[in-house]
């Protein structure tokens, strides 16, 4: 069984901060994670995954997230907000060699301040 | 390249209604995905197909709803009679299978936003 947690349903910050989505994990196996971002009436794009190489995951739009295991944790993270940032975020799980079992989490609401 | 595509994108219909939903997949991908979005329930797998196979439908909700995929470039979400709790965002995704039995990402759709009054 797998589930995802995301903390914190909506997340404000101001152009130019530093963005922190969290991220924990539950699996009985070793995980794939990802992140993937919904911008409004559109379908989700994946930002970022983690299929059990380096665990500091870079993707796309500046993003990136760290694997800790210890902590059971995939925080994402871009070091300067952009406008463009302003989305939903899901955190998703999966066991390791599937990326078919997607468990999501209940996602996170990006709003960039000016 | 083609991403996933869904039509209708927008679907406004009546309780009791039949309700069709259609998904043509990324070219080469031989998983298909079909995810309902809804702000009480979020995202969650309705059915999956492998090579046109369906191979769970765990997440279908009732026995109103029915999936097909007759072939692979094309599937089908049906919702007969739909009622006004089935108003939700319909997704569907694709992937293809890596080596061994590992799966590559899923790639989404812009989704369907059916309203049943």
């Known amino acids: 069984a797998q589930s995802v947690t995301q903390l914190g349903s909506h997340v404000s910050v101001s152009e130019g901060a530093l963005v922190l989505l969290r991220c924990n994990y539950s699996s009985s196996v070793p995980p794939y994670l990802f992140w993937y971002v919904q911008y409004p009436n559109q379908g989700l794009q994946l930002l970022l995954k983690?299929?059990?190489?380096?665990?500091l995951v870079k993707g796309i739009n500046g993003f990136e997230a760290e694997f800790k295991k210890s902590e059971t944790s995939f925080h994402l993270t871009k070091p300067s907000a952009h406008m463009s940032d302003a989305a939903e975020y899901f955190c998703a799980v999966s066991p390791s060699g599937s990326a078919r079992q997607l468990t999501f989490g209940s996602g996170t609401q990006l709003t960039v301040l000016p | 390249d083609a991403g996933v595509i869904q039509s209708p994108r927008h679907e406004v219909t009546e309780m009791g209604q039949e309700v069709t939903l259609r998904c043509k997949p990324i070219s080469g991908h031989d998983y298909l995905f079909w995810y309902r979005q809804t702000m009480m329930r979020g995202l969650e797998l309705l059915i999956y197909?492998?090579?046109?196979?369906?191979?769970?439908d765990s997440g279908m909700p009732e026995d109103r709803f029915s999936a097909k995929m007759p072939n692979a470039s094309f599937s089908t979400l049906k919702i007969q009679p739909s009622e006004p709790r089935d108003s939700a965002v319909y997704f569907c995704a694709s992937s293809r299978r890596l080596a061994g039995l590992s799966t590559d990402t899923q790639y989404f759709g812009p989704g369907t936003r059916l309203t049943v009054l």
């Open positions: 983690y299929t059990s190489a380096a665990t």
């Open positions: 197909f492998n090579n046109n196979v369906p191979i769970d």
